[in-house]
């Protein structure tokens, strides 16, 4: 896998997964409680999500920046493809407990189990278990701090010695009529920064099921 989908899985494992009773600062309680309804409410009416996404990273050591685009895409029943299309095509989808990834600047293609690809796993487990709100993984992982209610802005501290060996921080902003996922931030702990912004998002949209062989 490489870095660029590295960088997104940790991000978006995290997106995904910020509602899996986490950690939270006592005095917020209320405010994240709100917050945590609308997005369950959400995740009820969804069974499809299409959305591009604008990734820019930069690497504070060698001062440069790089851009990419791609795509996202989600169907109930554990079935998600995350691809890049801009500057090269790159990604991968699941289908249940197998999938396939490809690596256009290389030729590459493979087929996988997701036993063979931890990585992806612990990532597709979290999109999943969040697309069927389910709120009951993940205690003490994450310290969560509301920075706004509207539009819902979250910053997200990880708890674990392993995770914050690679990440100080993550950033979360909602969009305030649909609770879509708008922007994450990303600030790791050498002080590289990545953001991803969403746009374009539609919901229950028809999607084939071959999209995600």
Request: proline share 3%.
């Amino acid at each position: 896998m490489n870095n660029g989908i590295r960088i997104i899985v940790i991000a978006l494992g995290v997106c995904f997964a910020m509602g899996w009773g986490v950690r939270v600062v006592a005095a917020e309680d209320s405010t994240l409680d709100r917050i945590y309804a609308e997005i369950r409410r959400r995740a009820h009416i969804i069974d499809t999500i299409v959305s591009d996404f604008e990734q820019e990273r930069r690497v504070g050591l060698l001062d440069s920046v790089a851009f990419s685009r791609g795509r996202f895409f989600f169907k109930k029943d554990d079935r998600m493809r995350w691809e890049f299309t801009e500057p090269s095509a790159s990604g991968f989808s699941v289908n249940g407990d197998s999938g396939r990834r490809w690596e256009a600047a290389i030729d590459r293609e493979e087929r996988f189990s997701l036993r063979q690809a931890p990585f992806i796993k612990v990532f597709t487990d979290q999109v999943f278990a969040w697309a069927r709100a389910d709120f009951g993984g993940l205690q003490r992982v994450y310290r969560v701090e509301v920075i706004g209610e509207r539009p819902a802005d979250l910053k997200l501290v990880p708890l674990l010695p392993q995770m914050k060996e690679h990440v100080d921080h993550l950033r979360i902003v909602f969009t305030a009529d649909s609770w879509d996922v708008a922007l994450i931030e990303i600030t790791e702990s050498d002080g590289d920064f990545t953001s991803i912004r969403f746009f374009n998002t539609h919901i229950n949209r028809p999607l084939p099921d071959d999209l995600f062989d």
